[in-house]
């Protein structure tokens, strides 16, 4: 059976990403593809779209706030773009370049700003470009949780707060997910 276009895109994603010398990048698990991998995995798993999915796969191709590391610069977007699309391409921007100090606080607000680690500037996403924001950073944060029971016990209560504070953005299975990882005997079951 020949492979879902969904499918054919995150191959094409993989080989971009070990061409990026991302299979060979030391992360809390193994190696970021294989954090990327599970990131991917545990979207498609939320019922997550093809896109939201995609960007999983390499939110962290331009470095992130918590991961300074960067495979692929700036000045080469459109190489990603053509391999995963604009729309997911726009959410890996999203994520990488949210300037977490200043946007958390208010990620919630629909008209909060959303300021650009790389530009210094602050911008209003639209409301699905935020749900996607939302939803990348559980799954993100979550695998990191899961992997390393020392990330967990450091960070977990305030990971556990923020999601808490952001869940109207979260769908219902990312929300669950949160508060099985991180809380599992604190919060009351529905």
């Known amino acids: 059976m020949p492979a879902s276009p969904a499918d054919a895109v995150a ?27 599970r990131v991917r995995n545990q979207l ?6 093809p896109a939201l999915q995609h960007a999983g796969l390499c939110h962290a191709l331009y470095g992130t706030d918590g991961f300074p590391a960067a495979p692929l610069p700036l000045d080469r977007r459109g190489e990603l773009a053509a391999v995963i699309g604009a729309e997911a391409e726009a959410i890996v921007y999203l994520y990488a370049s949210c300037d977490r100090e200043a ?10 700003p959303f300021r650009d680690r790389f530009t210094a ?43 808490t504070r952001i869940r109207p953005l979260l769908s219902q299975p990312a929300w669950s997910a ?13």
């Open 178 to 190: 949160c508060r099985t990882v991180l809380a599992p005997e604190s919060l009351p079951r529905p």
């Open 121 to 163: 500037r602050s911008h209003v996403p639209d409301p699905q470009l935020r749900r996607d924001f939302a939803e990348l950073s559980a799954a993100n944060e979550l695998d990191l949780a899961r992997i390393d029971p020392s990330f967990r016990e450091r960070w977990g209560a305030d990971l556990l707060a923020l999601f």
């Open 44 to 49: 498609a798993g939320w019922g997550a779209r």
């Open 11 to 37: 191959d094409r994603a993989v080989a971009l990403l070990r061409e990026l010398g991302a299979a060979d990048l030391a992360h809390p698990g193994g190696t970021l593809v294989a954090h990327l991998r």
């Open 103 to 112: 946007t958390y606080p208010a990620l919630t607000d629909a008209d909060a």
